[in-house]
């Protein structure tokens, strides 16, 4: 369904509380996000090049094409929309335990990201996972971002394509990951051993901390091992979404 109009949207942004549906906006996140079953779109906002591009994948989602301009108006300010926005509902939520049941052992790969609350890391940390063939990334409820246009704007997609779990209990969430064999490392700049030599070509869970803070202590004793990434020069520590890229990266090689 397409529909033109000349009146501007309304800043749906203004009105929605938190935990209902809200803006993803920009090409990567819009196409993902109509390309996943699991997403219900409300309606669409696009300028008619993109819409072009993005037709087939419609469906019955309602779509106005509308100048730049008014896509930018619903959106927050200085949102980079690429042409496009989406009212979307949040995704599903994914059961732990069933996401660990429903992949093979030996391929079970996850990232775990302890109160890492900044959007934008925790966006590439997922566009990343998606890149290197994770099974799922796990946050804790209560300290990570709302699902939302930045975070899905800072994953490009990866939001869409693999599975965002949030529990209450991070350390609880590793107790439960062992029962299955998960082997668990934190990352930590004083970790004993190298990412490369902790990797044991098991199942593993990758812990990733808060930057300044790191992994927090329960959570840490409730993991395998810790390691580092090794680094020359002066620079003793990474970005935490560039420090989780390299050790997918690792995790990933070590598959191999």
Not at 189 to 211: H, K
Not at 242 to 248: L, R
Request: net charge positive; glycine share 8%; hydrophobic share 45%.
């Amino acid at each position: 369904m397409m529909t033109r109009r000349d009146h501007t949207p309304r800043r749906d942004h203004d009105r929605l509380s938190p935990g209902r549906a809200y803006w993803l906006y920009g090409f990567h996140p819009a196409r993902a996000a109509l390309g996943n079953p699991g997403r219900k779109v409300i309606r669409a906002l696009m300028a008619e090049p993109v819409w072009l591009k993005l037709r087939p994948l419609l469906g019955q989602v309602p779509a106005e094409i509308c100048d730049p301009q008014k896509i930018a108006q619903a959106l927050p300010k200085d949102a980079v929309h690429q042409g496009v926005a989406l009212l979307c509902e949040p995704l599903p939520q994914r059961d732990l335990d069933e996401v660990i049941e429903t992949c093979t052992p030996g391929s079970r790969r996850f990232a775990v990201l302890d109160q890492i609350t900044d959007p934008h890391n925790e966006g590439a940390i997922l566009r990343s996972a998606a890149a290197f063939g994770f099974t799922a990334v796990i946050v804790q409820a209560r300290h990570s971002p709302p699902e939302s246009g930045v975070l899905a704007k800072a994953a490009s997609g990866a939001l869409d394509q693999i599975p965002r779990i949030a529990v209450v209990n991070i350390a609880r969430a590793l107790e439960d990951m062992s029962r299955f064999g998960i082997w668990r490392i934190a990352l930590a700049t004083d970790g004993p051993e190298d990412i490369r030599a902790a990797l044991n070509g098991s199942d593993v869970a990758i812990v990733l901390g808060a930057e300044g803070s790191g992994v927090r202590r329960l959570v840490r004793e409730r993991c395998d091992t810790s390691a580092h990434i090794p680094m020359r020069g002066m620079i003793e520590s990474l970005n935490v979404s560039n420090a989780a890229a390299i050790a997918f990266y690792e995790v990933a090689h070590a598959a191999k």
